[in-house]
């Protein structure tokens, strides 16, 4: 039993093509959001939501935003994991206290880090069932038309989407960075940066077709771009930062 939850884990892999016939059990979708909801969490607050959409004009709407991810409508379901401080902000009314989370970027962290975790179950839980999954990150691309069309309420964020469904193509396992990059023993170790390089040719031979730039050109191209200010005016008109 453990080494096959530890095989499930090293074996990973993000599927994006799903038999758009297939359906999900209400078990299976119950089985999913039980161990989301199961995830450690910050002091147990909980500081996120769920949200799950099966509504295929509002899975057609979230396509023709952000084309490139057309599983949003294909897969069998699509969720919405969201960092949210609302729940906390009625206690806060209720108690007649100040609600002062947007003093500091600590909640909006750890709230984000709740609604991943959640999300990382929720991973594990489609994988141990059988199917596949793809995170979509782009929904932030649209960020102030999604929290209108899912009528988001202040002090919620929406951190990522989750497609869901039964995967029709095979996929090759993605390597990983050399773990001297990424992994340290006791004290943070500075390394060689043709480790880094290294990587550029493993993932070469690997040969990810969607990919069109190496792993060093893609982080060069992405991290000196000039970078948008969408969210940060978004996190601050949910009442998430003063
Ligand atoms: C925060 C986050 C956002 C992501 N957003 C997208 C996305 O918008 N579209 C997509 O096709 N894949 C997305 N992915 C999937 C990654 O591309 C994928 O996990 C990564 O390339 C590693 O591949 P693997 O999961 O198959 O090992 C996202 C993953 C994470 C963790």
Do not use: C
Request: charged residues 25%; glycine residues 4%; without cysteine.
């Amino acid at each position: 039993m453990t080494q096959e939850t530890i095989d499930l884990l090293q074996n990973h892999r993000t599927y994006r093509q799903f038999d758009k016939d297939y359906q999900l059990s209400d078990l299976q979708l119950q089985q999913i959001l039980d161990s989301a909801r199961q995830a450690p969490t910050w002091m147990n607050g909980q500081l996120y939501s769920i949200l799950v959409i099966k509504d295929p004009q509002i899975r057609e709407q979230l396509v023709s935003w952000n084309p490139g991810n057309p599983h949003m409508k294909d897969s069998s379901v699509f969720l919405i994991f969201l960092a949210d401080l609302k729940r906390t902000q009625k206690v806060a009314e209720d108690k007649k206290v100040p609600y002062r989370v947007g003093e500091s970027i600590d909640p909006l962290l750890v709230a984000t880090a709740d609604a991943v975790f959640a999300l990382q179950n929720a991973v594990t839980a489609v994988e141990a069932l059988g199917l596949g999954s793809v995170v979509v990150g782009s929904i932030r691309n649209n960020i102030d038309e999604i929290a209108e069309l899912l009528h988001l309420p202040d002090y919620v964020f929406p951190v990522a989407g989750l497609s869901i469904g039964k995967p029709i193509v095979d996929m090759q396992i993605k390597p990983r960075l050399p773990q001297a990059a990424v992994v340290h023993f006791d004290t943070y170790q500075d390394y060689d940066y043709s480790l880094i390089e290294d990587y550029d040719a493993t993932m070469k031979k690997f040969g990810e077709l969607r990919e069109t730039k190496n792993w060093t050109q893609k982080f060069a191209d992405t991290f000196s771009r000039p970078t948008s200010k969408k969210v940060d005016a978004f996190l601050k008109k949910q009442k998430l930062l003063d």
